[in-house]
C-alpha cells in the first residue's frame, strides 16, 4: 500500500552512462515532481508534472529529462552522467491544497 | 523568490528535554508551510503543515508550530524528545496551487544525548 514508490533504491554508475528512475503513485494526485538531495542534505525542486504538463523546470541539465506517461507516473531519465549527479532523488506527489507526500529516494552514485 | 531559513545546521538536546526549532521564510503572497522529518536513508515524512486558521497546529508525535506572520517564523516545538526523534528536520513553504512545489530550508540536524 505504498503511496509514492520510486526504483530502484541504488543506483550504481559509471560516469557517461544513461540512466533511468521511475516513480509511481498511487495516491490519485495531480502532480508529480522529482527533488534533488545533495551531500549537504539540501533539497532542490528539479521538475514538477501536472496533468502530463511540465510546470517546472529550475534550470536543470537537459541531461535530464522527465516523462510522464501518465498521472500516476513520473520517470526520471538522466544521460551522459556525470560525477556531479550523485546525489539522493526523491520522486513526491501531492494536489491541490495539501502537503507533498515523498517516496523514499534513490542514491544515484557515479564512479 | 521564496526562501526558507533554518539558522540552525546542528542542535543537540537530552533526552526528555524540550525542544524548539526555528524557521525564517520569505515568500510573496500567503505561505503554506510545512515542517518534515527524515530519519537516515529514508524519505521524508511529513510531521505537520499550516494552510490557514488556528497559528498553532499540531502534528504527528507530539509536534506543534506556530505560525507568526509578523515574524515571518514557523518554529517547530516538543515539550520532551525522545531518542528516536534523532533526525533531520527541514521546514518548507509553498503556495497554494502546489504545482510550484515547495522551496526546503536546508535541514536541521537535531541530535539527541542520553
Known amino acids: 500500500d505504498t503511496a509514492v514508490s520510486q526504483t530502484p533504491k541504488y543506483l550504481v554508475t559509471q560516469m557517461g552512462n544513461d540512466k533511468s528512475i521511475k516513480c509511481e503513485q498511487n495516491l490519485g494526485h495531480d502532480t508529480m515532481y522529482w527533488y534533488k538531495q545533495d551531500s549537504k542534505k539540501f533539497l532542490k525542486i528539479m521538475f514538477s508534472?501536472?496533468?502530463?504538463?511540465?510546470?517546472i523546470n529550475e534550470t536543470v541539465p537537459n541531461r535530464f529529462s522527465p516523462k510522464s506517461p501518465d498521472k500516476a507516473h513520473l520517470n526520471l531519465h538522466i544521460n551522459s552522467l556525470e560525477l556531479g549527479d550523485s546525489a539522493v532523488y526523491f520522486c513526491?506527489?501531492?494536489?491541490?491544497?495539501?502537503?507533498?507526500?515523498f517516496g523514499n529516494g534513490t542514491r544515484l552514485t557515479v564512479t | 523568490a521564496q526562501s526558507v531559513t533554518q539558522p540552525d545546521i546542528h542542535i543537540t538536546v537530552s533526552e526528555g528535554a524540550s525542544l524548539e526549532l526555528r524557521c525564517n521564510y520569505s515568500y510573496g503572497a500567503t505561505p503554506y508551510l510545512f515542517w518534515y522529518v527524515q530519519s537516515p536513508g529514508q524519505g521524508l515524512q511529513l510531521l505537520l503543515k499550516y494552510f490557514s486558521g488556528d497559528t498553532l497546529v499540531q502534528g504527528i508525535k507530539g509536534f506543534e508550530a506556530e505560525f507568526k506572520r509578523s515574524q515571518s517564523s514557523f518554529n517547530l516545538r516538543k515539550p520532551s524528545v525522545h531518542w528516536s526523534d534523532a533526525a533531520e528536520y527541514f521546514c518548507a513553504v509553498g503556495g497554494r496551487g502546489g504545482a510550484d512545489g515547495l522551496t526546503f530550508g536546508k535541514g536541521t540536524h537535531l541530535i539527541i544525548q542520553p
Open positions: 513526491a506527489s501531492s494536489r491541490t491544497d495539501s502537503p507533498l507526500h
Open positions: 508534472y501536472n496533468n502530463k504538463e511540465l510546470i
